[in-house]
């Protein structure tokens, strides 16, 4: 069976190194833009992206626990 693109080590590689760039360019562009905070923890740089990773890990985190709450057997639809 043939192993999908998204599962070869090459390809994953390419995604982690793409990912890596795309992080460092918008941590680049941060320094040209001027940022009106409301709060003071806002003005760290690099604040942005790190609260929009947090976010994400914490949204895979629940998906995975309500997962559980949810789950039903996988004969549950069978009389």
């Known amino acids: 069976m043939k192993q999908s693109w998204f599962y070869r080590k090459s390809s994953i590689k390419k995604l982690y190194i793409s990912t890596l760039i ?11 833009i001027v940022l009106h905070p409301h709060f003071s923890v806002e003005k760290i740089f690099g604040f942005h992206a790190v609260f929009g990773f947090l976010s994400c890990v914490g949204l895979i985190i629940f998906a995975k626990l309500l997962g559980f709450l949810v789950k039903r057997k996988d004969d549950y639809y069978d009389m």
């Open 22 to 32: 795309i992080l460092g360019a918008v941590l680049f562009v941060e320094s040209f």
